[in-house]
């Protein structure tokens, strides 16, 4: 079965950097698009970036120049590089692919920013 297991996440000082990455098994990788979302505490869970099969990728308008979202087909995993984080980044970030047939959340990986 598919399963998306996200790393990286802690504790960070405001103004850090921080790299998640997802590691995707049991999935046609490279036919399929993946995000970030992230949910934090008290809050929905909201889109934070996208990138498709063709390496096209959108971040959320209000992270735009501070994240950015790769992938590497040949590792089967996807990236999330944060920079300049504020405490409004804290919380728990997930994966989510999504092939011909379905899609698929990991569990999440906390992230804290501390001030």
């Known amino acids: 079965q598919v399963q998306l297991v996200e790393s990286g996440g802690g504790l960070v000082q405001a103004g850090g950097s921080l790299r998640l990455a997802c590691t995707a098994s049991?999935?046609?990788?490279?036919?399929?698009?993946f995000a970030w979302y992230r949910q934090a505490p008290g809050s929905q869970r909201t889109f934070v970036a996208g990138?498709?099969?063709?390496?096209?990728?959108s971040i959320d308008d209000s992270l735009k120049g501070r994240f950015t979202i790769s992938r590497d087909d040949a590792k089967k995993m996807v990236y999330l590089q944060m920079e300049r984080v504020n405490v409004e980044d804290t919380g728990e970030y997930y994966c989510?692919?999504?092939?011909?047939?379905?899609?698929?959340w990991g569990q999440g990986t906390q992230v804290i920013v501390s001030s």
């Open positions: 990138i498709n099969v063709g390496g096209y990728n």
């Open positions: 049991g999935i046609e990788f490279s036919r399929s698009s």
């Open positions: 989510k692919a999504r092939d011909m047939y379905d899609e698929y």
